[in-house]
């Protein structure tokens, strides 16, 4: 058994959004009542659409958020809004964004890009901290690395700035990396490449990977387990392969058939997305898919509880094969 590194414990955040004419105010549930375990050595990749929620959570985790309830556990040691626990979270876990053109600064070197965390937390001198800096470039593969430390970031391409962007990460030897759509916006020529980048950086260094996605063949390439979010909700949660290949709930099968296949005419093969148009109903009143299910009944107006079928968890009230 992988000893657990991280535990999340009922978070739930909400927001408040008023309309365009600042008249009305509507309640927008982000998180609600997501609990999970993530394990040494082990990607855990969240899954879901656009709004789901997902990015909430790592900003939950991260501390740049309070959580409106809910625990967020980190090596035994629950974190807490005060400047030692989330100074202790932000040292062991790094987070690396998806956009790699806003996510650095334009008018900084490359190496004082990647050197900016060990300042922060007075790691090593000035030259120690250039070591470690020329490390971390040969490990994300930038060569030749010392004249890539003296660029500034509008020299490089999309996918090198996204490494410049896991160095950064790696300079402080995190116990867990939060990738948050690390390859969306990049071509898609590059994106095998730094995945595998990826891969290669988890095993050797031993991180914990949360691994945020709306791309199920990305996930099932990189990760060991998934959680299916919608609307702030976990649908079903277990292993990568057991949830992707099987799944129980209507909302994994629909992402599932909303994944283009090319057949061997080099043509798209048309499927059927089992997934109704949105009804005008309170979507927090029952389950949250109810108003796309195409199998939803009477009971489904209650909010299921995720219980255990076929060997992973599930938040549904009907059994789909």
Do not use: W
């Amino acid at each position: 058994m992988l000893d657990e590194i991280l535990r999340v414990e009922g978070l739930s955040k909400q927001f408040s959004k008023k309309n365009m004419f600042g008249s009305k105010t509507s309640v927008v549930k982000a998180v609600e009542d997501v609990s999970f375990s993530l394990h040494n050595n082990e990607v855990l990749v969240i899954a879901g659409e656009s709004g789901s929620g997902k990015t909430t959570i790592a900003k939950l985790i991260l501390g740049a958020i309070t959580p409106d309830s809910g625990k967020v556990i980190f090596q035994g040691e629950e974190i807490k809004d005060d400047s030692k626990s989330l100074m202790k979270i932000r040292m062991h876990c790094q987070m690396v964004h998806q956009d790699p053109y806003d996510s650095i600064n334009p008018r900084m070197k490359i190496k004082d890009i990647i050197s900016e965390p060990l300042e922060i937390h007075n790691i090593g001198d000035g030259l120690e901290r250039e070591k470690i800096v020329l490390d971390a470039l040969r490990e994300v593969k930038l060569e030749p690395h010392v004249e890539i430390a003296n660029k500034y970031p509008h020299m490089l391409s999309g996918g090198q700035r996204q490494r410049v962007v896991l160095a950064r990460a790696l300079v402080l030897r995190p116990k867990i990396i939060i990738a948050d759509e690390p390859v969306s916006m990049l071509d898609v020529s590059i994106r095998a490449e730094v995945l595998d980048l990826m891969k290669n950086i988890q095993k050797k260094n031993n991180i914990s990977f949360i691994y945020i996605t709306h791309d199920l063949a990305t996930a099932r390439y990189f990760g060991d387990k998934i959680i299916i979010l919608y609307l702030g909700k976990i649908m079903e949660f277990g292993t990568i392969d057991r949830v992707l290949l099987e799944p129980r709930h209507p909302y994994t099968q629909a992402l599932i058939d909303a994944i283009s296949e090319p057949d061997p005419d080099n043509l798209y093969k048309e499927k059927t997305i089992r997934i109704n148009d949105p009804l005008d109903i309170d979507f927090y009143s029952g389950c949250r898919f109810l108003a796309r299910c195409p199998y939803a009944i009477k009971k489904c107006k209650n909010v299921p509880m995720l219980e255990t079928r076929d060997g992973r968890n599930v938040a549904c009230f009907v059994n789909i094969d």
